[in-house]
């Protein structure tokens, strides 16, 4: 796969492209159909498979800090998409420039003029554009004129739900990891590269990964029973709190820490996944980090209860 960062330096595909445009946020079961669709149309024409995304993506642009939390970082993305039919990522940056495109403008600058679009598969609830105008009608009226074709997917269901990356999140929020897999089509994770922290877990026996999320919010807080990848090809059990630490900090950015069960090897630096299994409790404050001890080690006893009742 092409990782393409921005419009300026793209030169139109001579013979044209099948495109999709989005989010993409999760990659859950519904954007794995879009994808499943486009390429399909591109194996039939005989075209590259292109999808465009967004960076920073447009609700983080419009509410800045009451976006809401995203289900992947742009790196977990990128990763995901390598592992799906797709010729070409397109990232574009999401900008005042970008937000005030007029609907038939974009059609004409970017989807012409710099993709040579010939075929365009879309979700259901797309809408692009200044004062989000434009959407499958009008793609469909543009297509005509410029001849590209425009599919709409539809939405994609999983148990009577519309699979979207907002039910994920409240899934997620909600602490039912069982939910959020069935439309995700896979269990929860986060990637990220094992940073120095401030040591003070070793301090009450318990030293922990520490991974940073460069987010203010997160979709899931609390403490989980989890395992890690990423480290000599096996998979460790765990047990990791996402939050703010209220009894150490309380600081404005959340962190992933993870404490491996039987593990004492040093792994700053390494590139590693978190995978989320249960929901252990929420985030607390407690008045002394002895009373943080005492629970951390109540919460590693009900941590290997879920592992021993998976076996």
Do not use: W
Request: overall charge positive.
């Amino acid at each position: 796969m092409r990782l393409i960062r921005g419009l300026a330096h793209l030169a139109p595909f001579a013979n044209g492209c099948v495109l999709t445009i989005g989010n993409f946020d999760g990659l859950h079961l519904g954007h794995r159909a879009v994808i499943k669709k486009l390429a399909a149309r591109g194996e039939s024409l005989g075209l590259p498979v292109v999808v465009m995304i967004f960076e920073p993506q447009p609700l983080e642009y419009f509410l800045k800090d009451n976006e809401p939390p995203r289900l992947m970082r742009l790196r977990e993305k990128v990763i995901e998409f390598t592992k799906l039919p797709v010729d070409n990522l397109l990232i574009v940056r999401f900008n005042r420039h970008f937000a005030n495109y007029d609907a038939e403008q974009f059609v004409k600058d970017i989807l012409i003029d710099k993709l040579n679009v010939k075929h365009l598969v879309i979700g259901d609830d797309f809408h692009f554009g200044k004062a989000r105008r434009g959407n499958f009608a009008l793609l469909k009226e543009q297509g005509q004129a410029y001849g590209f074709s425009v599919e709409d997917t539809g939405s994609h269901h999983s148990d009577g739900l519309r699979v979207s990356s907002t039910l994920i999140r409240d899934a997620l929020g909600a602490g039912d990891l069982a939910q959020a897999e069935k439309l995700l089509g896979h269990g929860y994770s986060i990637c990220g590269r094992v940073a120095h922290g401030d040591k003070r877990g070793r301090t009450i026996g318990f030293p922990t990964a520490n991974i940073r999320m460069f987010r203010k919010t997160a979709p899931i807080n609390g403490v989980f029973a989890v395992t890690m990848t990423g480290i000599d090809g096996v998979e460790i059990q765990g047990i990791a709190n996402v939050g703010n630490r209220p009894t150490v900090d309380g600081g404005t950015k959340v962190l992933l820490e993870t404490h491996l069960f039987n593990f004492n090897k040093e792994i700053y630096g390494r590139y590693v996944e978190v995978h989320f299994k249960q929901k252990i409790r929420e985030e607390h404050r407690f008045a002394s980090l002895e009373q943080l001890k005492a629970q951390i080690e109540k919460d590693i006893i009900a941590a290997k209860a879920v592992f021993s009742a998976s076996l």
